[in-house]
């Protein structure tokens, strides 16, 4: 564990109270330092945007939040409204999974634009509106000055989408926080927003913490990932090892159902069955169902994180017994 | 050679203006491509490239303003109904919104009976065994049969409409975007699952996806539309590993960089 990070995430346990408690995040740990990017992923239900919701502070009501979330040294956890509304926007931003409900009707985007600039920054409407207007450049909207006197219904939904993550990045802040920012855009528009994401953070070391189910994404852009799955730690660690040697049966799974560039068939490896939801869990390990490497020990406890190498995290019971590729595990099965 | 099963020359679709502040769209102008009986096209396009439009012609639910698609030799664009409703039995869709495209209150079973029932080749005796054979070729449990569509998986609803596809024994489906909303290790089974339907089924496909690197993998031919009309078009894989048009370029670079992934 470095301890430069910027946002430090220990344990983290999220648990929706109503109508009976349910922990939907069990013991989550990861940490962003500053010019990184972590991805998280895995499918839908895997408590993604929750674990999001969290670091910014944000969930919804009757959620209950344990565990550890430090940021620039600072707990969060229990954290009054007072000390977010500080960091919002300013230190750290969020652009949620239904970003488009962030903008509002009834103005034009480049004033909502100006309006975040100067909710923080002391500086006049004309400056405001220019940082605006570069802010709405930099994700690939063209004309920007003539755009930004446009208003949302104007905009098509891909130029909205890139609306938002213009809002959140006008600030420069420390930390974005982006929820599936470019999975409903064309691969030509999502490459571009993924592109000045990588130069802000190369240039004003900003980090990032993308959630997203694409693990070709994860791949290109990130330093770091986090794989969930019903809640859970799956695996974590740097990108090139987690996604080149996973060691998880689960992200091996991903990865093998992923079309090869080179294959005799056209069939893919396929995992059985579908993402498992929390609220209705199995006993033991939550993928054994679908696990192709289960064993009767799985079903007994959850299986812990457990560090296979440098920094390189996987939670499953029988990590030292599989094979070395554990993408083989998959080989044969097109369910 | 066999002359394709389906076969589009110069289509074009136009959608009228909105008001009088918009002009008319031409959504796809003049493009031609034909299907072969046991073959996968894939179009591939940026959203609005006219993709869904072109299905939507294909399957004759809005007339083309012009062109010909001539469906085993025959010529639909002039056929009426009721006609049309039986040559439709020969080209089926499936879309990209699994829950959307069933009816919430319908079970499995009526789901799959339906195209049954309506095309009157419903009989007591036979129809349940036939409901059953659809959800075995499509890999469906038979216990879903009397759930609802919110009680199924989005990858398991996508294969209730499979098989309600299935049912009109079509020689052709029109899949526009159908992995596109399911989870990633959901959609390499449904992937597989129209694989083995072709296989078996000898089913021509026409494949609408925007994933080029699913593409490369399973269609036999691409074409690459872009403002409504084909640019380039060619073998899967040829088109997909050295294409020549710079939108498709485009289009590949933005795929993100695989060898970055696990060797396999
Ligand atoms: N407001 C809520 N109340 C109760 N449960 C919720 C709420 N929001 C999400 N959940 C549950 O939390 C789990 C994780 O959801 P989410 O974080 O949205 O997953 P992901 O983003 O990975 O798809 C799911 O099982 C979901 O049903
Ligand atoms: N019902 C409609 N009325 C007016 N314009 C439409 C309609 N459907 C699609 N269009 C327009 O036609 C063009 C092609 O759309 P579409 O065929 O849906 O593309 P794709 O499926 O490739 O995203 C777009 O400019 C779109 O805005
Ligand atoms: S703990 Fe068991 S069931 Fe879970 S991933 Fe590991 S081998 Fe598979
Ligand atoms: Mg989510
Ligand atoms: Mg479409």
Redesign the pocket.
């Known amino acids: 564990m470095s301890t430069e990070a910027l946002l430090e995430v220990r344990g983290l346990r999220i648990t929706a109270t109503r109508p009976h408690e349910v922990d939907l995040v069990c013991d989550v740990s990861f940490e962003v330092a500053a010019g990184e990017m972590l991805a998280v992923v895995g499918e839908s239900g895997a408590g993604k945007s929750i674990t999001a919701r969290a670091v910014l502070g944000l969930l919804p009501a009757g959620m209950r939040v344990s565990g550890s979330v430090r940021f620039d040294g600072e707990e969060l956890v229990g954290a009054s409204d007072a000390v977010y509304r500080k960091l919002w926007g300013h230190r750290m931003a969020f652009v949620p999974q239904d970003a488009l409900s962030v903008l509002s009707p009834v103005h034009t985007v480049g004033d909502q634009l100006a309006l975040a600039v100067r909710s923080v920054r002391g500086v006049g409407r004309k400056a405001a509106l220019e940082r605006a207007v570069d802010a709405l450049d930099r994700v690939g909207i063209a004309d920007a000055a003539r755009r930004a006197r446009a208003y949302p219904h104007e905009f098509s939904g891909g130029m909205r989408q890139r609306a938002v993550i213009a809002m959140a990045t006008v600030n420069d802040p420390d930390l974005v926080v982006a929820d599936e920012p470019t999975t409903a855009l064309d691969p030509t528009i999502q490459a571009r927003i993924l592109d000045m994401l990588d130069t802000l953070r190369e240039r004003a070391g900003m980090a990032v913490v993308l959630v997203t189910h694409d693990l070709a994404v994860a791949a290109a852009h990130a330093d770091r990932v986090l794989v969930m799955y019903a809640g859970r730690h799956v695996e974590s660690g740097p990108v090139h090892r987690v996604l080149r040697e996973p060691r998880a049966p689960y992200t091996a799974g991903l990865l093998a159902s992923l079309p090869p560039r080179h294959a005799e068939s056209r069939y893919l490896p396929a995992m059985p069955g579908a993402p498992a939801t929390t609220g209705s869990l199995p006993a033991g390990c939550a993928f054994a169902p679908r696990c192709p490497a289960a064993a009767d020990s799985c079903t007994r406890h959850e299986p812990e994180p457990a560090e296979w190498q440098d920094g390189h995290w996987a939670s499953c019971h029988r990590l030292a017994e599989l094979p070395r590729r554990t993408t083989d595990l998959f080989v044969g099965t097109t369910a | 050679m066999t002359a394709p099963l389906l076969e589009v020359r110069d289509l074009v679709v136009r959608?009228p203006a909105?008001g009088r502040r918009t002009s008319p769209?031409l959504?796809?102008d003049r493009i031609s491509f034909t299907v072969a009986a046991g073959e996968t096209l894939a179009l591939v396009?940026?959203?609005?490239?006219?993709?869904?439009?072109?299905a939507a012609a294909v399957l004759m639910l809005r007339k083309p303003e012009g062109g010909s698609v001539r469906f085993g030799g025959r010529e639909l664009t002039t056929v009426e109904e009721p006609e049309l409703r039986t040559l439709r039995r020969g080209f089926q869709p499936v879309f990209q919104d699994p829950y959307g495209s069933l009816s919430p209150r319908k079970t499995v079973f009526d789901a799959v009976a339906e195209p049954l029932r309506v095309q009157c080749r419903w009989d007591s005796a036979t129809g349940p065994a036939r409901v059953a054979e659809l959800l075995d070729l499509v890999h469906l449990d038979r216990s879903v049969v009397r759930r609802l569509p919110h009680e199924l998986s989005g990858g398991q609803c996508q294969r209730v409409g499979i098989a309600r596809a299935l049912a009109s024994e079509p020689r052709l489906l029109v899949l526009d975007e159908p992995v596109s909303a399911l989870d990633p290790s959901v959609r390499a089974g449904v992937i597989n699952l129209f694989t083995e339907l072709q296989d078996s089924l000898g089913l021509a496909q026409l494949f609408?996806c925007h994933d080029l690197a699913l593409v490369r993998h399973v269609a036999h031919r691409v074409a690459v539309?872009h403002r409504?009309r084909i640019v380039e078009s060619g073998p899967a894989r040829q088109v997909c590993d050295a294409p020549t048009h710079d939108y498709t370029r485009e289009l590949l670079s933005s795929v993100p960089d695989p060898d970055r992934l696990t060797a396999r």
Not at chain 2, 45 to 54: A, F, I, R
């Open positions: 959608y909105r769209v959504a796809v396009g940026e959203s609005g490239s006219g993709k869904s439009s072109t609408i539309l409504g």
